[in-house]
């Protein structure tokens, strides 16, 4: 039988924690520094990545993920080495995907160009909005003419590329939200991220909500709305869903996504990063810390300080269909029953089924456009006991 990696994909997730400030929405492992020893984090990164190529020899690696924080503060000539040390380690796959994050604040054509000689063949850009207004509440340090001659740099230098925007913001109507989707789709991307807004705890946005001073936030079923006309005018326009907030033309969808949404393996490395590996038929989740100095310091060590759990089958289980059920494909049937030996509850298949939540295509079980907003209830019937 095929391997996990085989079956599903083998990627590499770089997490530099670094940015220039603070968003007050964002919940990821970001940090302000006024001085960052590049050197000495390109040595971490390259130990890490030594250990981890000593226990998957062999494997083919299908994608690299720049990720943050902001990568793009990251020096060409680093990101030229964590690529070359990867493909000393691992076979690169024909079609490998090397994307790299980056906000339109640190959009240099002279990196870029260094990024795309390093290897990278992709950009995601962190637009969030394109009106000045929402930018400035949002905490984002660019104005929408900048973000938009950014573009224009990344489109110059990449074949592939993609942007982020959030919905549902303070003050946003529907009318408003139609008209900036409407403008996005007029910049012909090949992949957009359209997420909606969140308040998440331990936020600047959070404290905000919980003393009762975050105003304007939309009632649930005007975001419903908004959610329902962004698959709309996204399919329109060539560009469906493939995934709840992910949408791509054909072929353009993001392989490294792909692989956290289909149960694939694969490495994180930096602050905060988690993986999956798939080791002599055990899955094990890896962690590290959160703290940037302390990662670095237990990278740099002559110790392996690296953090890996087991994973109950139960829990792979859960994690394969929570994901997978987020994506137009769906989830294998077979490989459920092959790889994490598990079958669901049939009468409530049929429930769902005949509810328009869910359908199955021969071995696939997949949720439907309406199913998919409410994918935590359909898991509670269908997970086996």
């Not at 599903?8 to 929405?25: E, R």
Request: aromatic share 10%; with cysteine; proline share 4%.
């Amino acid at each position: 039988m095929l391997e996990n990696w085989q079956t599903a994909g083998f990627g590499l997730y770089v997490h530099w924690p670094f940015c220039a400030a603070k968003c007050p929405y964002c919940d990821f492992n970001s940090h302000v520094s006024a001085s960052i020893d590049q050197d000495a984090w390109l040595t971490a990164y390259l130990k890490e990545l030594d250990r981890y190529g000593a226990d998957t020899p062999g494997r083919v690696l299908t994608s690299i993920y720049f990720g943050g924080g902001t990568p793009s503060l990251m020096a060409p000539a680093i990101v030229a080495a964590i690529i070359d040390r990867a493909a000393s380690l691992w076979s690169f796959s024909n079609d490998i995907e090397i994307t790299l994050e980056a906000n339109p604040t640190s959009i240099e054509a002279g990196n870029f160009r260094g990024y795309r000689d390093a290897g990278v063949d992709r950009v995601s850009m962190g637009f969030q909005a394109l009106n000045d207004a929402d930018l400035k509440r949002l905490g984002r340090m660019h104005s929408v003419d900048e973000g938009l001659r950014a573009l224009d740099i990344a489109r110059s230098h990449f074949n592939r590329f993609s942007f982020d925007l959030i919905y549902a913001r303070q003050d946003q109507t529907l009318a408003a939200w139609q008209s900036e989707l409407d403008r996005a789709l007029s910049m012909a991307p090949d992949h957009l991220s359209l997420y909606q807004l969140t308040i998440e705890p331990g936020t600047a946005f959070g404290a905000r909500f919980e003393a009762g001073k975050l105003s304007g936030l939309p009632e649930e079923d005007l975001a419903v709305d908004m959610f329902f006309h962004t698959q709309e005018a996204t399919k329109a326009a060539g560009i469906p869903a493939y995934e709840i907030s992910n949408h791509a033309r054909a072929g353009q969808e993001s392989r490294h996504n792909l692989i956290y949404w289909r149960s694939g393996d694969w490495i994180g490395v930096g602050p905060g990063a988690h993986g999956r590996l798939t080791i002599d038929g055990n899955r094990w989740a890896t962690q590290t810390p959160l703290s940037p100095s302390k990662w670095l310091a237990n990278a740099l060590g002559d110790a392996d300080k690296r953090e890996r759990a087991l994973v109950p089958l139960s829990e792979q289980v859960t994690e394969y269909l929570l994901m997978g059920l987020r994506t137009v494909e769906g989830i294998d049937l077979v490989r459920l029953l092959n790889q994490f030996q598990s079958t669901l509850n049939i009468n409530k298949i049929k429930e769902l089924q005949d509810l328009d939540l869910i359908f199955v295509d021969q071995e696939i079980l997949r949720a439907t456009d309406q199913g998919r907003p409410v994918l935590n209830g359909i898991l509670r019937e269908i997970l086996p006991e």
